[in-house]
């Protein structure tokens, strides 16, 4: 399967984007040869700004050129953007709704060996609290092409939560993204497997185990965390019965609470949740990680036994 890494996507289409608008500006935190801005630096010079290691000076400075009329980029760390720069993004971002696409690169524990300093396990919960906020995390590179040409093109402010290493790509040429809408990727009966980023890769592989044994489960990306799917959500919990979570981030406050405040409200099922519970990454291999805190196919897997197990009880 071929593999690719969202950022790398991300700089190239901000490329193609500063073709068709003039009116598109980039700012970076000191990080573009990371974030890979720098290919829109190298193309634009005159439109990209780099803000040097001062997030909430780059939110700021992102609000006044929206103010001004321009579609803004900002991109540095998952870990620099909504932790550092919470405070700018409340008041002059989401209070005035302002035009600012934040893309936050080198989310989750695949940051891998810079530790757990860098690993922004909490950033989706931040950035979901705040009102007319749009958050997506994408799964693959064509996902991402899209995700990136959707929020130019829509208003309002956006936070895009990245990876740092090549994922599979997972998404042919006919795949056609929209905010808000869930994409069943796999279809079953038995339970419904719902996630993004780079775990959807892994529910995927998890499935395709199950379907060995004779279970049937329902694959979901729903990358569109805020706002979220629910008629999607109820229809995959009345056609299964049972459902997974899963997502690279801290148990509370990002894809799985929003699902299960869903569940609660529309149709509740029995729900396990694969995410990192209540604590913070260590330094080693991204795939190693993933491992150590239970975030790859067998134990989705074993969670979607363990939802199925609940429902028949």
Same mark, same amino acid.
């Given at each position: 399967m071929a593999e690719v890494a969202t950022r790398e996507v991300y700089g190239r289409t901000l490329v193609e984007l500063g073709r068709e608008r003039p009116d598109l500006?980039?700012?970076? !935190?000191?990080?573009?040869?990371s974030t890979m801005t720098i290919y829109f630096a190298e193309a634009f010079p005159q439109r990209h700004f780099d803000c040097g290691i001062a997030e909430q000076n780059m939110v700021s400075i992102a609000a006044?050129? !929206?103010?001004s009329g321009k579609v803004v980029f900002a991109s540095t760390f998952a870990v620099f953007a909504a932790p550092k720069a919470y405070d700018q993004m409340r008041i002059h971002l989401a209070q005035p709704g302002l035009n600012v696409k934040v893309v936050a690169t080198h989310g989750g524990v695949t940051v891998g060996e810079d530790g757990f300093s860098h690993q922004a396990v909490e950033d989706l919960a931040l950035a979901t609290s705040l009102p007319g906020f749009t958050v997506i995390? #994408?799964?693959?590179?064509p996902e991402t092409e899209q995700v990136?040409?959707?929020? $130019?093109?829509?208003?309002?402010? =956006? /936070?895009?939560?990245l990876g740092r290493p090549k994922t599979p790509v997972i998404h042919g040429e006919g795949y056609r993204f929209e905010v808000g809408r869930a994409e069943v990727l796999r279809k079953g009966?038995?339970?419904?497997?719902?996630?993004?980023?780079?775990?959807?890769?892994?529910?995927?592989a998890a499935a395709e185990a199950l379907a060995r044994e004779g279970v049937g489960c329902r694959v979901v990306n729903i990358a569109t965390i805020k706002p979220?799917?629910?008629?999607?959500?109820?229809? $995959?919990?009345?056609?299964?019965?049972?459902?997974?979570?899963c997502e690279e981030?801290?148990?509370?406050? !990002?894809?799985?609470?929003?699902? !299960?405040?869903?569940? $609660?409200?529309? /149709?509740?099922? #029995?729900?396990? =949740?694969v995410s990192i519970r209540d604590c913070y990454g260590t330094s080693g291999p991204g795939e190693a990680l993933l491992e150590r805190y239970g975030l790859t196919g067998p134990h989705i897997a074993q969670a979607a036994l363990r939802a199925i197990g609940r429902k028949r009880a």
């Open positions: 500006v980039v700012l970076d !935190a000191d990080l573009s040869p006044g050129l !929206a103010a995390v #994408p799964a693959d590179g990136v040409r959707a929020a $130019a093109r829509l208003p309002g402010p =956006f /936070y895009i939560r009966g038995d339970v419904a497997i719902i996630a993004c980023g780079v775990l959807v890769s892994q529910a995927l979220l799917d629910e008629a999607a959500v109820e229809a $995959a919990a009345r056609e299964t019965g049972a459902m997974v979570v981030h801290l148990e509370q406050g !990002a894809l799985g609470s929003a699902v !299960a405040r869903a569940l $609660a409200r529309r /149709y509740p099922v #029995p729900v396990e =949740f």
